[in-house]
């Protein structure tokens, strides 16, 4: 079944990198999200890989993705006290017949940031 | 820009009473998508659509209905609200299968 495991905390110095790691267990996952909360707000899709690719990057944010061991990471560089907000790893499967695909989501990771 | 709203922030209802969460998206996206969230379980998919007048059951649909009269807005309906389904509800919509645009969310509190 699909499943997908992130710690729930991190704590981090201002300025310092981040790195959050989450772990899923359906192979066949073709997508693979991170998605940014910020209190009181919805979820804003930070970046996406797809499953043939080993690493993305987009100014400060790095997916590495490690098929291997279904792992996926974000690495935020300089890490600022906007970063500060729950970080939500998701994954997405082909489901037969195309058509839309529901995603299923880690229970999120609260980046906590230190002065 | 895509632009996903939902129509309360807030809402209280009593136990046994109809709700509608009503959402409304900009972008003409075929896909659209209800969740609930709750501190410890994260997201869960309640029901999608991928065209006008279609519905999926997602993962925990039991108590809930959907309607989708318009390409434009999908509705979520607790045709008898309990206490187990307080919750953040997050409406989304996507074009592709992917990349789903998230609304602002609805904190229900059931009583």
């Known amino acids: 079944g699909e499943d997908v495991e992130q710690s729930l905390f991190l704590s981090v110095r201002e300025g310092d990198s981040s790195v959050i790691n989450c772990t899923y267990t359906?192979?066949?996952?073709?997508?693979l999200y991170w998605y940014k909360q910020e209190p009181g707000a919805g979820l804003q899709l930070l970046t996406y890989?797809?499953?043939?690719?080993d690493m993305k990057q987009d100014q400060r944010l790095t997916v590495l993705l490690n098929k291997k061991d279904k792992h996926l990471s974000l690495r935020i560089a300089d890490t600022q006290t906007g970063d500060s907000a729950i970080y939500f790893c998701a994954e997405s499967l082909h489901r037969v017949g195309g058509g839309a695909d529901g995603l299923t989501f880690g229970k999120g990771t609260h980046l906590i940031i230190q002065p | 820009d895509v632009k996903v709203t939902q129509s309360s922030r807030y809402l209280v209802k009593r136990t046994g009473e109809k709700v509608f969460l009503e959402c409304v998206q900009d972008m003409d996206h075929e896909n659209m998508f209800w969740y609930r969230q709750d501190p410890g379980l994260g997201l869960r998919l309640i029901y999608f659509?991928?065209?006008?007048?279609?519905?999926e059951k997602g993962d925990i649909p039991e108590g809930y209905s959907v309607s989708r009269e318009k390409k434009e807005r999908f509705s979520l309906i607790l045709e008898s609200a309990s206490t187990n389904q307080t919750s953040m509800y997050l409406c989304?919509?996507?074009?592709?299968?992917?990349?789903?645009?998230f609304g602002p969310g609805t904190r229900l509190t059931v009583t």
């Open positions: 890989i797809f499953s043939n690719m």
């Open positions: 989304a919509s996507s074009f592709r299968a992917h990349e789903q645009y």
């Open positions: 359906d192979s066949s996952s073709t997508y």
């Open positions: 659509s991928y065209d006008v007048k279609m519905k």
